[in-house]
């Protein structure tokens, strides 16, 4: 089984500043991890995925994730957040033959002017 | 192309009513996942869905189900609601090929237990 640690359950940022959510995961296995968006009433939309290779992954809106195995750890960046991306962000592993994600609690990202 | 789409978007339903959702997954998507999302307890899977067989399940008692149908359209059933049933449900499809395919999410559905 898999599980997932998301550090900071809030961050708030001023506009043009960079940002940092911490992701750490458990697993006996090797995994996918995911990072997701969700904005208000709405569903996920995947940001990145590291599946294999390239331990720096980037992703839309210009998003990048780091894989760290030995830290087991898969941090979410932006260099300079606006406005538009204040939103809960998810963190999550899957298992390398299933389809089950499993998330962790989330961390809200409020970006101020 | 379509995205995956729910029905309905909010429901209101009280305390021991069952209640049935649907999901229309993207065209060619042959799995279909269900999800819970609550305040309490965060993003929880439900079950996954490969053509019309369970493939995958959670760990959610007996009164949650669901079925998929040989369009590859899914609905999930909660029995005897509870008033801690009330959640946003979401639902994610996939091509689940032989290797990684992305899930792609709808909006939810939101059920209200009173």
């Known amino acids: 089984a898999q599980s997932v640690t998301q550090l900071d359950s809030q961050v708030p940022v001023f506009e043009e500043a960079p940002v940092e959510l911490r992701c750490n995961y458990s697993s006996s296995v090797s995994v996918y991890l995911f990072w997701y968006v969700q904005y208000p009433n709405q569903g996920l939309q995947l940001l990145l995925k590291y599946l294999s290779g390239s331990t720096l992954v980037k992703g839309i809106n210009g998003f990048e994730a780091e894989f760290n195995k030995s830290q087991t750890s898969f941090h979410l960046r932006k260099p300079s957040v606006h406005i538009s991306d204040t939103a809960e962000y998810f963190c999550a592993v899957s298992g390398l033959n299933d389809y089950k994600l499993s998330f962790g609690a989330g961390t809200t990202v409020t970006v101020r002017a | 192309k379509a995205g995956v789409t729910q029905t309905p978007r909010y429901l209101i339903k009280t305390r021991g009513q069952q209640v049935t959702l649907s999901c229309s997954p993207i065209s060619g998507h042959r799995s279909v996942s269900w999800y819970q999302q609550t305040p309490g307890q965060g993003l929880q899977f439900l079950f996954e869905?490969?053509?019309?067989?369970?493939?995958n399940k959670g760990n959610f008692p007996g009164r949650f189900s669901g079925r998929q149908f040989s369009n590859s359209r899914s609905e999930m059933n909660v029995s005897t609601l509870e008033l801690g049933d009330s959640a946003l449900y979401l639902c994610?499809?996939?091509?689940?090929?032989?290797?990684?395919?992305?899930?792609?999410f709808g909006p939810g559905t939101r059920l209200t237990v009173l």
């Open positions: 869905y490969f053509s019309e067989t369970q493939r």
């Open positions: 994610a499809s996939g091509l689940a090929g032989p290797s990684y395919n992305e899930q792609f």
